[in-house]
C-alpha cells in the first residue's frame, strides 16, 4: 500500500482556496472571529465560511482554551469531519495552556491530543494574525505541505492514548474497538497517576507564589 | 449616607431571630450570621417579607476552622437590598437542609456546592446525578485541600508523551515562523 | 439530420451549461451579499472552486444505500425537469400541459431528499426536511394559481405557446396584463429559492443545515450541483411565463435579474418562523394570486 499523501495540483488549489471552516468555538478566542467574518477583516474574500456541521468542515479553529469537557467533544468532532482535514491552534492556551497552565480540568499542549497544523500565538491574536495564518495555511496547502489528518491515522494509538490519559475515549471515539483496547491499556497508569495527583495538599501563602515556570 | 432601609432589614431579622448576628455592610448589603438549622425559617421569613429573588449560593473552604462556610444570597426588588446570610457546617460529612422548597432554583445551586466542595444537602434528590463535572471520581476540585498544580502537572504536562511525540516526528508544522 | 444533430448536441450542452451558470450565479450572489453587506466577497466563480473541492474530498461518510441514493435522486429529479423548463425558447419536450408537469417535478427533489435523510438518522435533517415540505405545502398553492391565471390568459399549458403569444418586445410580456399574478409569483419564489427570509429549511444558526447535516464530500457536491440547477430552473419558470424567455443571453440576464431581485431581499432581512412563514404564504401572496385569476377570468 503506498503512502497516502496530501493533494496537490489542482486539487490542493481548490481545497486551499475552499476552506470551509468548523464553528466550534471553545474560548474566549470565539470574540476574535465576528471581526474576521464580518465587513472589517471579511475572510470570506478567501473563499473561507464558518459551516454549521463538521460533515461539511476542511477546517477545525480551535479558539482558546480546551477542558477535558469540550476535548471530548472536539475529539469526535474532529474524527467525523471528511478527509483532507486541517486543524488551527489558535491563541496560548492551546499552544501550552496559557493562563490556565495550573488549571486541574484544561489540557496543556493541543497536539498531543489531536494533530495541529498551524499555531497562532498571542492571548488573543489579533484578526490580522488570524488572515496571516490563514493565507499561509492557503499557500501550504496548495504545496501538499499540511498532512494532519495522515498523522493522526498512522498514529492513531498514541493520540488515543494520550487521550484516554485525560477522558473517558469509549463514549467519544468513532473507532470503539480500538478505544475499548486502548481505554483498558492505560488504566493502570491513570490509577497511577490519580494517586500521586490526589494527594492532599495545603498551600501556604507563601508557596502560592510561583517561582520561575510551572513544573 | 442615610442606611435607613438597611437598618430596617436589620432590626426586621432580630425581631424574630433572637440569636442572629446582623449588621449593615454597606448601603445595600446586609450580612446576617446565623445557625445551619436557622437557615430555612430565616429564608422562608424574609421570602414573606418581600424577598423574593434567590440570587445564589455560594462557598467558602475555611481549612484551619475545618469549617464550610455557605452565603444563601437574596435580594428584594421592593426595598432594593441585598442580604447574605452566612452559616458555617462542618468540613467532614457536613450537610444542611435543601432549599427546594422555598425556591427551585435553589437546587441546581445546590447541585453546584456538593459537586466542587463536597456538601451534602438533605433532601435533594437530583444531588448524586452528574452535573458540570463528567467522569469524575476524585475529590471534590474547589477544596483547598485539593491540589490543583500537582494534579494538572500529572496529568496535562505528560513530558514523557512530548519526547514520544518528538521521537514519532509528530510536530505542528514550523515552516511559517519568521526568519 | 442536422436538426437533430443539434438537438443531440443541445441535449449534452444544456445542462453542462445550466450547472456554470447556477454555479456562478451562487457565486455572484455571495459576492452581492458581500457587497450590501460593505464587505468585498469571495471571487464569483468561488462555487465552482467548492464544486471542484467537495468532489475531491477522499473520504465521506454514509449511512446506507438510501443515503446515496437520495441525493441521486434529487439531482436527476431535477435534470429532467431541465427537459420540459425552455431555455432560450429551446425546449426538448414540449407539449401542451409541460408545465403541470414541470410543476409535478420539482416536488421530486425535496422528496429524494427526505429519503436519503431519513437514512442519515439525524434529528437536524429531519426537521430541515418537515420545515421543507411544509414551506412546499405554502408555495405550492399561489405558484399554481399563478400558472393558472397565465394557463387562462393564453388558453394554453406549455410553455412554448405561452412564450410565443408574448413575442413581439417588452410591451407584450404578461408582466403587464397579468401584474397581479406576477407579484405573487415572485413572492412564491422568494419561498422556492430557499433565499430569507423562508430559509427555514437551511437555517445554519438553528438546525446545523437542516438536511444537508449528514451530507458530506462527493454527496454535498452533488447537491450544490443541484442547489445550481435548481436555481436556474426555478428562476426559468418565471421568465418563462411573465417575461418572454427570449434568446439564449436574454433569457440567462432575464432569469438572473430575477434571482438578483430575490438576493437583495435575502441580504436584508432576518428569518421568519416556519408558522409565520406558511401563514405568510397563504394570506397575502395567496389572496393576490386569487385577485389576479379573478381579474383574468373577468377580462377574458
Sequence with gaps: ???????????????????????????????????????????????ITPMA???????????????????????????????????????????????????????????????????????????????????????????????????????????????????????WSLDTELAERIWNEVQEERKKRFERATVPHVYELAERIPEGLPK | MSLEKEQKVV????????????????????????????????VAYLKGHGFNHFVAISAVDWIKDGEIELVYHLWSYSEKVHVMIKTRIPRDNGSMPTLKPLFNQAE???????????????????????????????PPPMRKDFDTRLFSAEFYDQEDLESEALRLKIQPYKGHLRK | ?????????????????????????????????????????????????????????????NHGVMFSLGPIMAFSGLLISLMFIPIGNRALLSFNGDIIVLLYLLVIAPLGMALGVGEGANPMGTIGIARALTLMLGYEVVLIISALSVMLYTGSASFMKIIEAQSGGVGHWFLWPLFLSALAMDMALQGVLGEKPFDQPIAPHEIASGPMVEFGGKYLGLLQLYHAI??????????????????????????????????????????????????????????????????????K
Design chain 2, 11 to 42: 432590626e426586621l431579622v432580630k425581631a424574630s431571630f433572637e440569636d442572629a448576628e446582623a449588621e449593615v455592610q454597606r448601603e445595600r448589603r446586609v450580612k446576617v450570621w446565623v445557625k445551619p438549622n436557622r437557615v430555612f425559617p430565616l
Design chain 3, 1 to 61: 439530420m442536422n436538426a437533430i444533430g443539434i438537438q443531440i448536441g443541445w441535449i449534452i450542452f444544456m445542462p453542462i451549461l445550466v450547472i456554470i451558470m447556477g454555479l456562478l450565479y451562487l457565486g455572484a450572489a455571495r459576492k452581492i451579499t458581500a457587497r450590501v453587506h460593505n464587505r468585498y466577497g469571495p471571487p464569483i466563480y468561488q462555487n465552482i472552486i467548492d464544486v471542484i473541492k467537495l468532489f475531491s474530498k477522499k473520504r465521506a461518510t
Design chain 1, 53 to 171: 456541521t463538521p460533515r461539511q468542515a476542511d477546517l477545525l479553529l480551535i479558539t482558546g482554551y480546551l477542558t477535558v469537557k469540550t476535548l471530548k467533544r472536539v475529539v469526535r468532532s474532529y474524527e467525523q469531519m471528511p478527509d483532507p482535514k486541517y486543524v488551527i491552534g489558535f491563541g496560548s492556551c492551546t499552544v501550552n495552556g496559557g493562563m490556565y497552565w495550573d488549571s486541574y480540568n484544561t489540557i496543556k499542549r493541543l497536539d498531543l491530543y489531536i494533530p495541529v497544523d498551524l499555531y497562532i500565538a498571542g492571548c488573543m491574536p489579533r484578526p490580522e494574525a488570524i488572515i496571516d495564518s490563514f493565507t499561509e495555511l492557503i499557500k501550504g496547502i496548495k504545496e501538499g505541505r499540511f498532512d494532519g489528518w495522515i498523522r493522526y491515522r498512522e498514529n492513531i494509538e498514541f493520540y488515543k492514548r494520550n487521550q484516554a490519559m485525560v477522558m473517558d475515549i469509549r463514549k
Design chain 2, 108 to 138: 441546581t445551586y445546590e447541585r453546584d456546592i456538593h459537586e466542587f466542595f463536597g456538601v451534602y444537602f438533605e433532601g435533594n434528590e437530583k444531588l448524586d446525578r452528574e452535573f458540570i463535572l463528567e467522569d469524575w471520581d476524585g
Design chain 3, 230 to 299: 435548481a436555481i436556474v430552473v426555478e428562476t426559468g419558470i418565471m421568465v418563462n411565463l411573465f417575461l418572454g424567455g427570449g434568446t439564449l443571453f436574454w433569457w440567462f440576464v432575464k432569469s438572473f435579474t430575477v434571482f438578483f431581485i430575490a438576493l437583495l431581499i435575502n441580504a436584508v432581512m432576518p428569518r421568519f418562523r416556519i408558522g409565520q412563514a406558511f401563514k405568510f404564504f397563504w394570506t397575502y401572496p395567496a389572496a393576490i394570486s386569487l385577485l389576479g385569476l379573478i381579474l383574468v377570468a373577468i377580462l
Design chain 1, 1 to 47: 500500500m503506498t503512502k497516502e499523501k496530501a493533494p496537490k495540483g489542482i486539487k490542493g488549489w481548490a481545497q486551499g482556496r475552499s476552506l470551509w471552516m468548523l464553528h466550534f468555538c471553545t474560548g474566549c478566542g470565539a470574540i476574535e472571529m465576528p471581526p474576521t467574518m464580518t465587513s472589517r477583516y471579511d475572510m470570506e474574500r478567501f473563499g
